[in-house]
């Protein structure tokens, strides 16, 4: 056998070669093949609105799949992990590899080595792929899509917003539009306790990008007196500086995919000095590029300890339960994300409760694996 895809370490045996490198060329071919088939089945559908719009082949290759392709090889980055672990670790307690090892005189515990090894590297690119290179390729993409792609907008501009821009005032802007910079009507409400004290209304308003500066040609401030009655003045040429980004007014699901790691926690600590409900949908974004990356220890444990043991079914029986379990793990991972991001639950308990709920299972088939 030759072994040329790992180099030699001390004390690295040719055993842990062999498995290191099964592991990683099933992982690679099966997401390379999987990447292929994907890209050709998302140009069919694409096709039309590439051709319609006269989208150019460089901005297509480049702009689109090849920050694309990152994204779904993460995804799906810890799911081929598990099935490529089960798929070549059930092959060989088939033809008996398994038991002839552990007869030899290795644990099932230093059998883990190289597995571990591998989920160590496959984990290490996937959390770079989360913290920085998918948030800088998304913003590539969604210029692509925003111009080229009728359908499937990451970037979606929330039609009516009403935030706290600072304690006290709140803002109110419907209908914003990207391309003009512009709104159809601007609100600004001034609270004193529970009691609003000031309003300003425009019929229109416009972003100044670089100044960071609201404008509105007319503009009328309602001014409740001690009194109680209600007083008005018409203005003209607004020109203020609020604490209120225009990209503030993006959905936020859509805005944090496309900020590393840097960017979003400074996000972050903006929209918690606001008191805004974005928190939550931030937060957990930023624990699941940890956690999932995370999870490739687990499902590789799982997988080995399941696949090593010689069943009747055999293959095909270890693969049918680990796409079950993957798919559980990947099933609760969205119904806990989604409980975490409406406030039912803190946001990091949501995110690595799936991670914790695994690792449970992981040590149970563990001790239960061939010793």
């Given at each position: 056998m030759r072994f040329r895809l790992i180099p030699?370490?001390?004390?690295?045996?040719?055993?842990?070669?062999?498995?290191?490198?099964?592991?990683?060329?099933?992982?690679?071919?099966?997401?390379?093949?999987?990447?292929?088939?994907?890209?050709?089945?998302?140009?069919?559908?694409?096709?039309?609105?590439?051709?319609?719009?006269k989208a150019p082949w460089s901005g297509i290759i480049f702009d689109y799949y090849l920050n694309f392709i990152?994204?779904?090889?993460?995804?799906?980055?810890?799911?081929?992990?598990?099935?490529?672990?089960?798929?070549?670790?059930?092959?060989?307690?088939m033809q008996t590899e398994i038991v002839a090892i552990l007869s030899g005189g290795v644990s099932f515990?230093?059998?883990?080595?190289?597995?571990?090894?591998?989920?160590?590297?496959?984990?290490?690119?996937?959390?770079?792929?989360?913290?920085?290179?998918?948030?800088?390729?998304?913003?590539?993409?969604?210029?692509?899509?925003?111009?080229?792609?009728?359908?499937?907008?990451?970037?979606?501009?929330?039609?009516?917003?009403?935030?706290?821009?600072?304690?006290?005032t709140f803002a109110y802007i419907r209908g914003y539009s990207p391309s003009l910079e512009r709104v159809p009507f601007f609100s600004m409400e001034r609270y004193e306790g529970a009691k609003m004290v000031e309003t300003l209304n425009a019929a229109s308003a416009s972003f100044d990008e670089e100044s960071g500066r609201w404008t509105a040609p007319r503009y009328v401030i309602y001014t409740r007196t001690e009194d109680g009655s209600l007083g008005y003045k018409q203005y003209r040429n607004l020109d203020t500086l609020i604490n209120l980004d225009a990209r503030e007014l993006v959905d936020a699901k859509g805005l944090v995919k496309t900020q590393n790691i840097e960017e979003l926690n400074d996000f972050l600590?903006?929209?918690?000095?606001?008191?805004?409900?974005?928190?939550?949908?931030?937060?957990?974004?930023?624990?699941?590029?940890?956690?999932?990356?995370?999870?490739?220890?687990?499902?590789?444990?799982?997988?080995?300890?399941?696949?090593?043991?010689?069943?009747?079914?055999?293959?095909?029986?270890?693969?049918?339960?680990?796409?079950?379990?993957?798919?559980?793990?990947?099933?609760?991972?969205?119904?806990?994300?989604?409980?975490?991001i409406s406030g039912s639950l803190a946001p990091w308990l949501g995110v690595w409760l799936p991670n914790m709920i695994f690792a449970v299972i992981a040590i149970f088939v563990y001790r239960k694996a061939p010793k």
């Amino acid at each position: 056998m030759r072994f040329r895809l790992i180099p030699s370490i001390p004390g690295y045996r040719t055993l842990d070669r062999y498995i290191l490198g099964k592991f990683l060329r099933t992982y690679i071919f099966g997401l390379v093949m999987m990447v292929i088939i994907l890209v050709v089945f998302d140009y069919v559908e694409k096709v039309d609105d590439f051709t319609e719009l006269k989208a150019p082949w460089s901005g297509i290759i480049f702009d689109y799949y090849l920050n694309f392709i990152p994204h779904f090889v993460n995804q799906f980055s810890a799911l081929f992990t598990f099935i490529s672990v089960i798929f070549f670790t059930s092959k060989m307690a088939m033809q008996t590899e398994i038991v002839a090892i552990l007869s030899g005189g290795v644990s099932f515990r230093r059998l883990m080595w190289p597995y571990m090894l591998g989920s160590a590297l496959i984990a290490a690119l996937s959390l770079s792929l989360s913290l920085w290179v998918i948030p800088e390729g998304q913003k590539d993409s969604v210029a692509f899509q925003s111009q080229y792609l009728k359908k499937n907008q990451l970037i979606v501009y929330d039609q009516h917003v009403y935030r706290q821009i600072e304690p006290g005032t709140f803002a109110y802007i419907r209908g914003y539009s990207p391309s003009l910079e512009r709104v159809p009507f601007f609100s600004m409400e001034r609270y004193e306790g529970a009691k609003m004290v000031e309003t300003l209304n425009a019929a229109s308003a416009s972003f100044d990008e670089e100044s960071g500066r609201w404008t509105a040609p007319r503009y009328v401030i309602y001014t409740r007196t001690e009194d109680g009655s209600l007083g008005y003045k018409q203005y003209r040429n607004l020109d203020t500086l609020i604490n209120l980004d225009a990209r503030e007014l993006v959905d936020a699901k859509g805005l944090v995919k496309t900020q590393n790691i840097e960017e979003l926690n400074d996000f972050l600590k903006q929209q918690r000095r606001k008191g805004s409900d974005n928190v939550f949908i931030i937060e957990v974004e930023r624990h699941t590029r940890f956690s999932y990356p995370f999870s490739t220890f687990i499902l590789t444990i799982i997988g080995v300890s399941l696949a090593s043991r010689k069943v009747r079914g055999g293959m095909g029986m270890h693969i049918g339960v680990g796409i079950a379990l993957c798919f559980g793990y990947i099933m609760l991972g969205r119904v806990f994300e989604q409980i975490a991001i409406s406030g039912s639950l803190a946001p990091w308990l949501g995110v690595w409760l799936p991670n914790m709920i695994f690792a449970v299972i992981a040590i149970f088939v563990y001790r239960k694996a061939p010793k």
